[in-house]
């Protein structure tokens, strides 16, 4: 799907590659049902279901941001490493598609 206004641009689709999200020793998530998520003006953003993330690893954080184009997301932590981990739980319906799944800072693509 695409959307966006004028001079900016967001498109969600099925990603085609296989992620994988490690932090230190510890594998976070690992997904080949990722969603990619491309914006005018940021790097590609992997979108993980969270039934693919170790949620038991993380913990939710007080913090919040909000996006005009997204919506406002949750984060999560481990203890050496603050708000790795984000998620749009009621996104904009132009985004829908990324509802509850997790994105990280730290991500390999295959």
């Given at each position: ?22 932090h ?9 049902a ?5 914006e ?18 993380l ?26 981990a ?25």
């Amino acid at each position: 799907m695409t959307k966006g206004l004028v001079g900016h641009r967001i498109t969600v689709e099925p990603s085609d590659r296989h992620v994988c999200v490690v932090h230190g020793d510890q594998v976070l998530a690992e997904s080949d049902a990722a969603l990619v998520l491309r914006e005018t003006g940021c790097p590609d953003r992997y979108y993980i279901p969270p039934g693919d993330a170790r949620l038991d690893l993380l913990t939710p954080s007080g913090t919040r941001t909000h996006c005009p184009f997204k919506g406002d997301a949750s984060y999560w932590s481990l203890p050496d490493a603050a708000d790795l981990a984000w998620a749009y739980p009621d996104p904009k319906p132009e985004v829908a598609e990324i509802k509850d799944h997790l994105c990280f800072y730290e991500v390999e693509v295959s």
